[in-house]
């Protein structure tokens, strides 16, 4: 059974940084493409950042050139580094992969941005 579990969030000042993780078991990041999502109160879920299997890379245009998405195969795991944190970043982030044709998301963690 595929499990995505995110860690990493927490409560962090304006122009901070984060590293949020997303460590799978019952599938191998490697072999899909695994998203970042978030969803802040009131808004509709969306995609921030993906990694294929090849490696390449794609971002939000409101993330780009702060957030970088990499992934670590020996311990199956998916990273988000964000960095130069924005009130207009706090929500809940999320991991996605697509395994067996099915979607599998993580439980979500908290990110805040505020003063």
């Known amino acids: 059974q595929v499990q995505l579990v995110e860690s990493g969030g927490g409560l962090v000042q304006p122009g901070g940084s984060l590293k949020l993780s997303c460590a799978a078991s019952g599938s191998v990041v490697a072999v899909t493409a695994v998203d970042w999502y978030r969803q802040a109160p009131g808004k509709q879920r969306e995609l921030v950042a993906t990694?294929?299997?090849?490696?390449?890379?794609n971002y939000a245009e409101s993330v780009k050139g702060r957030f970088t998405i990499s992934r670590d195969n020996v311990k199956n795991t998916v990273y988000l580094q964000m960095n130069s944190l924005k009130a207009a970043d706090t929500a809940v982030y999320y991991c996605?992969?697509?395994?067996?044709?099915?979607?599998?998301w993580g439980q979500g963690t908290q990110v805040t941005v505020s003063s």
């Open positions: 996605r992969q697509t395994w067996g044709l099915r979607d599998y």
């Open positions: 990694i294929t299997s090849g490696s390449s890379t």
